[in-house]
């Protein structure tokens, strides 16, 4: 009966060891986020938080900044967030896009390719900073981040040029 006992408490010494350090580990999700974010750093694009101007709501939940640096020899940059909104309005740039900007509107150029662009599923808002494009977006599928740094690349170039 006493050996019962020892191995017993031998186990739950070990359980208590070892199950802490199983809670340390990252979960599935956290794991395909990572490798999300390692593929995108190596395309060129940064990961933030990225900043959020109060005036533009709440933030929503989950939605990562996905910035492309711009090329050396771009010198202009407008600064604005264009962030989506649910319904068509005539103020909203390209019909969707609510700006936050100090300027009054954008680009011609950026709104012209505003309204074709194909724009990836999880898209929240887009814009430029003096680091360069950037997208918000929701990292649900993780196979659309080819579609997102093309599309960073076509923003980006709709200022540039």
Not at 12 to 20: D, F, K, Q, R, T
Request: some cysteine; hydrophobic content about 40%; glycine content about 8%.
């Amino acid at each position: 009966m006493q050996s019962g006992w020892t191995i017993l408490i031998i186990v739950l010494v070990i359980a208590m060891a070892v199950g802490p350090v199983m809670l340390m580990q990252p979960s599935g999700r956290q794991r395909r986020l990572a490798k999300l974010r390692q593929q995108a750093a190596n395309q060129g694009l940064t990961v933030s938080t990225g900043g959020w101007p109060s005036k533009a709501g709440k933030r929503p939940t989950g939605a990562m900044r996905y910035s492309l640096p711009w090329a050396a020899d771009d010198r202009h940059h407008d600064k604005l967030l264009l962030v989506k909104k649910d319904y068509q309005h005539e103020l909203h740039v390209a019909g969707c896009w609510q700006l936050y900007s100090d300027q009054d509107q954008v680009r011609p150029s950026t709104e012209q390719f505003l309204q074709s662009a194909n724009l990836p599923a999880g898209v929240y808002a887009m814009g430029f900073d003096g680091l360069g494009a950037f997208v918000d977006w929701s990292e649900d599928r993780s196979e659309d981040l080819t579609a997102v740094a093309e599309f960073l690349l076509a923003l980006r170039a709709s200022v540039s040029g």
